[in-house]
Every structure is written in structure tokens, then in C-alpha cells.
């Protein structure tokens, strides 16, 4: 995991620490980012039905955030994967933003059995207690039942886009090589290859080959923790792949770092956040997650 100093955050407006820390799922900041950058970008919930939910995972209830188009029926869906800080108001605000482009977002918490990631203070103490012990398959069923779940509640029946962000990056890799009603992901400087584990036996670079859709990954040149032949391994694992893999491409801001698009942190880049997501958008409507 990629571990990035937070101490350089600006509080908005002067705000106290008190003021963001998160409450309920999709409210505050995880404790471990806080203080938040003053250019955090807050969009409105006007217009959508929006907040927490609950989706039954067999007999585990899992709390995530929805936001969807009041007044779109059938609008498609896309499922997003939290970081390592779990669903706090960033991943609810990227919820948003998709449901105010006509989308059906749904950012299930997928840490809540090993804990609560909100509540650490400490990076390498999260890691360690909690994002470490999260099994890939665990992930892979709780995004299942949260497609089954969102088709029930009214969302699109037909094609289904996933994005992530770092974590929740590798996660959309993996999900578009699992869930064949996938029709596009978009990958945020998700890491590429590692080390085979009883939690985690596969890497993105190992399941290139058999992806189900096409996977636009969006990545930093200046990411010291995702080199960039890690990016060539895997462009070279995709083109010798499936049709899927094939159409999956990639673009590598030049001065970007990890977590560029995270508009509450220092390493927030607005130039490639802004691309980025005109980007992710237009991906999924040209694959069909429209």
C-alpha cells in the first residue's frame, strides 16, 4: 500500500479537526487524512436521492453510500471502490458527481468486518490491522451482492462500470477480470503486480488476459510507489490478452503524483483530475454504461 504524508493539509476555512471527522458512511473525513486541503471540491445532492444503505451480503448487513438521478429510471451502474480510508465524503462526492451525470453510484464499505478504517489516525496502523486482512474473494462477493442489490433497487439492468481509486484501483482490475456484466472500469492509479498471498493469490497483471471489459487506467508519472515499468508490465500482459484486454488503454499524467485526483490532499492535481474524469466519463458511454 502507498503510504503519503498528510501533515501538510490545510483545514477550509479554518475548520477545526472536530468538523470533519466522519459520522456515518459518506459524512466527514477518514481520521487518518484529516486536516482536509482547503480546494476540496463539495458537490450538492440536488436533484438525487443520495446517503447510506444497507445491502445484505447473505446474512452480513454492509453499509454503503448511494446516490442516483431522482428522476432517471433505469439509470446505469457504477460501482465505487473506496481507498484504504474507506467511504468518506471524497468517495461520496465522486458518488455524486457520477449521479449528477445521470449515473447509479453505489461505494459500498468493504473493510467494515476487519474494521473501522475511518477511525485510525495511523496509516501503517491501518494497513496492518485492518486493509491487510481483507481478502480479494471476500471483495469480489461484496461487490456482487452490491450489483444484485442496486439492480433492486431500480438501477440499470444491462451493462455495469466500475472505478476505483488507488486500493479500490487494483480492486477494478480485478472486478472487470470476476463480474462478467462489467462493461468498462477505469482504473485510478491502482497498483499492478505484487506478491501472491492467501488473501491476495492475484494481480492485475495476472488476470490481464482475461478480462471481461475493457479497463481504462489513469496514472501518475511522478507516483513513486507505482513505478512506471509496472505500467509497461502490464500494457505487455494486455495486448497479449483477450479482445477486452486489447481495448483496455492507459494515459500517465507526466508530473502527476499518487492520488491525483483526491482533491482533499496535497497531491491533488487539478489539470489531471479534471482530464481524468472527462475521460472516465466518456469511457463508460463509449463501452455502453450509458
Known amino acids: 500500500m502507498l503510504i503519503e504524508d498528510f501533515n501538510t493539509l490545510v483545514p477550509a476555512g479554518g475548520a477545526s479537526r472536530r468538523a470533519f471527522v466522519r ?13 482536509v486541503a482547503a480546494q ?12 447510506e444503505v444497507t445491502i445484505p451480503v447473505g446474512d452480513f448487513k454492509m453499509p454503503a453510500y448511494r446516490a442516483a438521478p431522482a428522476q432517471r429510471a433505469n439509470a446505469p451502474l457504477v460501482l465505487v471502490v473506496s481507498e484504504i480510508f474507506g467511504v468518506h465524503e471524497y468517495i461520496a462526492d465522486v458518488a455524486r ?21 475511518s477511525s485510525y489516525g495511523e496509516i501503517a496502523k491501518l494497513i496492518a490491522e485492518v486493509i491487510s486482512k481483507v481478502p480479494d474473494e471476500q471483495v469480489m462477493k461484496d461487490l456482487d451482492a452490491t450489483v444484485a442489490w442496486a439492480r433492486g433497487q431500480g ?7 466500475v472505478t476505483g481509486f488507488c486500493w479500490g484501483g487494483r480492486i477494478t482490475w480485478l472486478y472487470a477480470a470476476h463480474q462478467p456484466a462489467v462493461k468498462a472500469g477505469v482504473a485510478w492509479y491502482g497498483r499492478l503486480v505484487g506478491n501472491s498471498t492467501a488473501l491476495t493469490p492475484k494481480h492485475p497483471v495476472d488476470v490481464a488476459g482475461a478480462l471481461h471489459a475493457p479497463v481504462l487506467g489513469l ?4 507516483d513513486t510507489g507505482i513505478p512506471l515499468d509496472t505500467v509497461e508490465k502490464m500494457k505487455a500482459a494486455l495486448a497479449a490478452g483477450n479482445a477486452a484486454a486489447k481495448k483496455s488503454e492507459f494515459v500517465v499524467y507526466p508530473e502527476a503524483p499518487h492520488a491525483f485526483h483526491a482533491d482533499y490532499r496535497p497531491s491533488y492535481r487539478k489539470e489531471a483530475a479534471d482530464d481524468g474524469w472527462k475521460r472516465a466519463v466518456a469511457w463508460f458511454k463509449a463501452h455502453g454504461v450509458a
Open 219 to 222: 496514472y501518475g508519472a511522478a
Open 155 to 161: 438501477a440499470g439492468t444491462g451493462a455495469v462500470g
Open 97 to 117: 458527481r457520477f449521479a449528477k451525470a445521470g449515473y447509479y453510484a453505489v461505494a459500498p464499505e468493504l473493510f467494515v468486518r476487519q474494521g473501522d478504517a
Open 40 to 51: 476540496t471540491i463539495k458537490t450538492d445532492s440536488t436533484g438525487l436521492v443520495a446517503g
Open 23 to 35: 459520522t456515518a458512511v459518506g459524512s466527514g473525513f477518514a481520521a487518518a487524512v484529516l486536516p
